[in-house]
């Protein structure tokens, strides 16, 4: 009889409608926003009712202009994680609403999320607030998202969350956290990945240490503001710097990650061979650069054998192809360049395949931060110990706010 009902009346099965990001409203079409391409919605305007819904629960505060972009992706992620959870803010009290959403799609307007949207509105409910360091913010934990992800885009450990900073923090939602829509925001999720990720690639001092047995591994501080030749250049900068800059440390985190997407071939660090030289190491190998009194690392690349054991292989050709490789992946990834033309940027020396005539470091890869500005380059941007190097947690200081 039902069915007899449904033929007679001309009715169709309900078809749930699935918003997702690109999408927009006939209504929103016709003020002028774009072209309508196909007729997706016969009527209603399902983008504009869900922004509307979204607003009065403080999840989205962009327009309500009927289209489906970065803003409205952001916002529905946030209700869904909160509905999920089944706690909303009412009355000023976080309370559990009696239901959780479910069958629902990261980041897309589902029937689901569409419908308990509009009850969780309907009630009163708001998201509750979140702590999250963004574009525009100042202070202490910028600095330290900086020196964090430098290995994820580059950049110094400056206090200000700039393009560069969501640039990076993007990269590392999206290749670390995999992240299909990267927030370029440090909420509460990013900040323990950050701590995840220091804790999983550790940093040997003991392999970083100087070897002369005298300064106790990290130089004495010795000559600040005393130049080579008179030439006042950070190439030149006889001082022994307190450890080794924590910048340039987690990018060698960062390389550790990244090295381990490569298969062809497979690759990892095998051992960070030169990391600090003070001046009686100089005097004891006759050299006189003064790179190494905090400002680079020497890394020594290992690779898979045909029995999938690591080794680093003994001739010079091999080494170099894999040592070019990992030139090309820091170039790529940490926007580190061959050379020091460009201040405020991580250096590599040149091997054959780049300055035939000025090779330097052919059968390793040498990175440094020597072309920072003396701003980035305070005694406070040197550590010594795992635990200077890696600092307060980063969710305890989202935390603190």
Request: with cysteine; proline share 3%; net charge positive.
């Amino acid at each position: 009889k039902e069915i007899n009902l449904w033929l007679e009346k001309g009715y169709t099965k309900p078809v749930s409608v699935v918003l997702k990001h690109g999408d927009f409203d006939d209504e929103a079409v016709a003020k002028g926003k774009g072209s309508k391409g196909e007729e997706k919605y016969k009527e209603g305007n399902p983008v504009q009712q869900a922004q509307e819904n979204l607003k009065k629960i403080d999840a989205y505060s962009g327009e309500t202009d009927g289209w489906f972009f970065d803003k409205l992706e952001a916002g529905v992620k946030l209700f869904q994680k909160w509905a999920a959870k089944g706690q909303f803010i009412i009355n000023g009290v976080l309370t559990d609403v009696g239901e959780k959403l479910t069958g629902h799609k990261e980041g897309e307007l589902g029937s689901e999320t569409l419908e308990f949207a509009q009850r969780i509105a309907a009630k009163g409910g708001k998201v509750p607030k979140e702590n999250a360091i963004k574009k525009g913010d100042k202070g202490k934990i910028v600095e330290e998202i900086n020196i964090r992800l430098a290995g994820f885009g580059g950049g110094v450990p400056s206090d200000t969350f700039d393009d560069l900073t969501e640039s990076k923090v993007k990269q590392f939602q999206k290749d670390y956290m995999k992240m299909e829509s990267p927030t370029g925001r440090v909420d509460e999720e990013t900040a323990k990945a950050i701590d995840e990720f220091g804790e999983k690639y550790s940093i040997n001092f003991d392999d970083l240490k100087c070897k002369c047995t005298f300064c106790g591994g990290f130089g004495k501080a010795r000559h600040r503001n005393e130049f080579k030749n008179n030439i006042k250049a950070e190439a030149f900068h006889k001082y022994e710097y307190p450890g080794v800059h924590r910048s340039l440390l987690w990018a060698i985190r960062a390389l550790s990650f990244y090295l381990e997407s490569e298969n062809d071939p497979k690759m990892k660090i095998h051992i960070l061979y030169d990391g600090y030289r003070c001046h009686d190491r100089n005097a004891q190998k006759g050299r006189t650069s003064t790179n190494h009194m905090g400002k680079a690392v020497d890394i020594h690349i290992a690779t898979m054998n045909s029995s999938n054991q690591w080794y680093r292989p003994s001739d010079a050709s091999t080494n170099q192809k894999l040592c070019d490789k990992v030139r090309t992946l820091c170039k790529e990834k940490m926007s580190a360049q061959i050379r020091w033309n460009e201040s405020n940027k991580l250096s590599m020396e040149p091997s054959k395949a780049t300055k035939p005539n000025e090779a330097l470091a052919t059968t390793w890869v040498h990175i440094d931060v020597r072309s920072y500005n003396s701003t980035y380059l305070k005694d406070s941007f040197f550590c010594k110990s795992p635990e200077s190097l890696s600092g307060e947690k980063m969710f305890n200081l989202l935390k603190k706010g």
